[in-house]
């Protein structure tokens, strides 16, 4: 079964300039040294591994990600949660998954089912990895933008880490050419649920194993006490999910955070860490 799919073209010509670093010798070295204190989305700390549980696989180190390519008009597939449907929003298309065609200058095809997660079904359709069965083959998207999802924190963490590598293995397997990004849940009340945090821990760690970015909102403190209600629509319809306003702050967020993917120099694994030559 095909589950449908919306799509939004930019009103216009790429909203944000790029302004790519020069490439030299010097940046080169910089970026090695930098690599290791730095997140890929310019977080002064990285969060520590999430601890695997009792009887659960430990993940393999983290590999650094190369350089997200971006391309004027590419075409994004923003998938993921009622966030990503619009929810809350006056309507679903002015939510943040539809606002980043014009952010960023691209098609995107948005695939949000509300309630649903890696091991939750939602209200319109399965659990991620159903859904992720049925897209279809031919959408070939340039880069795939997968959010969430703070749905499976009550079920969290019987087979969690199984149900998210079996979901990332299909997608890869549907659409080999895509880039990948993951952007892990944002919170919905504060302070932030533990067994989010643990989600959003457990997902860094899986897509640091695959060299894919992730952004954390949590960790980048995208919502605080200071801009909760600004953000968050607590109200009987908004139901604790992101207002119109909040959606238009999303877009900017996760448009920004992409950017630096893309302005990220490419990493060298056996660039020289001092400028004395190689022995002969």
């Known amino acids: 079964m095909t589950y449908p799919l919306s799509m939004h073209a930019p ?3 790429r909203a944000r300039k790029l302004w790519l670093p020069l490439v030299s010798a010097t940046l080169a070295v910089a970026a090695v040294c ?13 969060v520590a591994p999430a601890a695997v549980a009792q009887g659960e696989p430990a993940v393999a180190a983290s590999v650094p990600p190369a350089p997200l390519v971006l391309e004027d008009d590419a075409r994004v597939l923003v998938f993921g949660d009622s966030w990503v449907y619009g929810s809350a929003a006056t309507v679903p298309t002015l939510g943040f998954a539809y606002l980043l065609a014009d952010e960023l200058g691209v098609e995107t095809v948005v695939d949000g089912v509300r309630g649903s997660g890696y091991l939750k079904p939602g209200l319109d359709g399965p659990a991620y990895g159903e859904r992720i069965g049925a897209l279809d083959p031919s959408l070939d998207p340039d880069v795939i933008i997968v959010e969430g999802s703070i749905n499976d924190r009550k079920l969290y ?9 079996a979901a990332w293995d299909a997608l890869e397997a549907r659409y ?5 990004v993951v952007l892990g849940p944002s919170p919905q009340v504060l302070p932030v649920e533990d067994a989010t945090r643990k989600i959003d821990a457990a997902l860094s760690e899986l897509a640091g194993a695959r060299g894919w970015w992730y ?25 604790d999910h992101p207002s119109t306003g909040g959606h238009a702050y999303l877009a900017d967020r996760v448009a920004t955070a992409i950017e630096r993917m893309e302005q990220q ?15 002969p």
Request: aromatic residues 6%; proline residues 16%.
């Open 11 to 13: 009103g216009g010509t």
């Open 34 to 46: 930098a690599v290791a204190v730095l997140r890929p989305w310019g977080a002064p700390e990285p």
């Open 157 to 165: 963490p019987a087979g969690y880490r199984d149900a998210v590598t």
């Open 176 to 180: 080999p050419d895509a880039e990948i």
């Open 215 to 239: 952004i954390s909102p949590i960790s980048e403190d995208w919502i605080t006490e200071a801009n909760y209600l600004d953000v968050i629509d607590t109200g009987p319809i908004g139901r």
């Open 265 to 279: 120099p490419a990493i060298v694994a056996d660039a020289p860490l001092d400028d004395t030559p190689p022995a």
